[in-house]
């Protein structure tokens, strides 16, 4: 490959993006406290020490249960709105649209202290039920986005051959859209699983004394001596995004595949 | 479910009868009162440009409407409130609509799920429907794997295999290739005379529904225009517009004379041809005195060579404005001595016969039982 001006940006520019991300798995199987060159030897202590960890495990199962409910009840909404928004016209549908896709752009800060001040203005306990609440605000838009994709992929002229051959409504979606459109629904699931996984903001604010995991990791950086631990911690987190999202992509195409269509560019 | 085993009605009887049906979107009117009777056994046609409501008025009859006013009857039950699939018709989708989910017998056999038949049965009339339309051996196949022609067959046999009293068409040929559209368009005419089921195809291709159909309804913005069997289509459109729509016609003013009591017959005098005298038939109201239009086909009007003489002395002179050589025929642009615009006459090409030249004088035969006059 020739050394244009180009190719050295993107390289510089690839760099800048992954090489901190890069440091998380050295510095992990690193043997030695202090997180600087030159390394000490390979070790796999600190993920031993993440296993006797109980807070940790405390922190990891409730992200676990947001994490789960928020992708199930982001992809359940997003399932109706989507559906709702390419199969039937009824007024104002733009801007309604618009309002639910909204919390993309809003800052999680202003969501996480309006959602905040709701809650001690109604004297309700903030906790991981708010916390689920939260994420599915911000969940929601994105599973739309995944399934209207899906949704619009889908020549309505399927369902309506269905019926025409004698199939009810509902046998129709149980039969030819769902199947469809799970593809869909699986990349919509695990997507709002990897976001909700990692957002922090919202669970900050909300998160009272149960955290979640990110709160629990950001928590643990005033103690020095638990700086590999949490690099420990994080590699993990960086490897199961990863796997997610690369298993989200796959269905989404294997989606398209089966509707015999061409990629217009995915979701991620 | 209600659908039974094929056409119970004679061939010939209405199977569906349009009684002023209306369709409103909002304040656009689609459907302005659609009458028409279409009977059993026929294959019948929709034809019209994109806009004027033909896919709307099938898609009221397979239920996928709801029509703002009117009676559509199907073997003679109102069709109101019936839904898609409790009306004994089916339909093959623009886009084939083939599921592609499934293999090509689970698309064809679909229909048979909800019936009492025996899987072994099932799968007997699947065969039989993939044989029909020649398929056979495309069973086990993904249905995403299949060509344009072969998803076509698909379509018609998973439509066909429910031996549906009506079957419904919509613009089935127009995803195909030239060459494809004429194979599918002779076998589809084949496939109907065999199972004796009611076609209703909707086209814009005017050849395509010459070519099919038993009859034909044009029908522009939302009304039909004319409801005839193809050759009284072609030969005697009863309007200026419908004649534009089907084929190519030449259109020259003339004169309707006034004539004595009785005489069964219409006096003209057409421009750059002559007098002329046309059955009073063609206009059963009566043709007002006064200017009037004619129309009259390219293959109508005959270049005569030296030597030749028309019959009856009808002949008419003008100049060759233009030559355009398709090999098998030639259309020739003729400015008729008298007339406002050339004519274009077509002429097929045989040993002996030079082609004119461009600016060359020509002498042209003519017939009156060929011209038709809008009145």
Redesign the interface.
Known sequence: MKLTPLTVFAGLYLLVLYAPIALLPLFAFNDGTVIAFPLQGFTLQWFAALLDTPALHEATLNSLIIAVSTSVFATILGLFAARAATRYNFPAKGGIVGFIMLPLVLPEVIVAISLLIVLMQLGLDSGTWSIIAGHTLICTPFAIAILQGSFSNMDRSLEEAAVDLGETPWSTFRLITLPLVTPGIIASLLICFTISLDEFIIAFFLSGNEPTLPVYLWGQLRFPARLPVVMALGTILVILSVLLLVLAETFRRRGLKRAGLKDTGGFL | ?S?TNGPTLAKGQPIITLEGVQKYYGDYHALRGISAEIRAGEFFSLLGPSGCGKTTLLRAI?G?EDISGGVIRLDGRDMEGV???RRP???V???Y?I???MSVAENVG??L??SSMSSDEKRRAVAEALEMVGLGKFGARA??ALSGGQRQRVALA??LI?KPKVLLLDEPLSALDKKMREVMQVELIKLQREVGITFILVTHDQEEALVMSDRIAVMFEGEIAQLDDPETLYRRPNSRRVAEFIGMMNFLPARVLPTGPGGGRIALEVAGLGPAEIEAAQCPNGANVGEAEIGVRPESLTVLYEGQGAEGGREAEGTVKEVVYYGDMTYYDILLDGAPAPVRVSMRNMPGRRVLDYGARARLAWDPRAMVLFC
């Open positions: 479910m659908q397979a996928f839904p898609p699939n018709t089916n339909m989708f623009q886009s609509a599921f592609p989910h679909f229909g799920r909800r249905a995403h998973r439509a429910l």
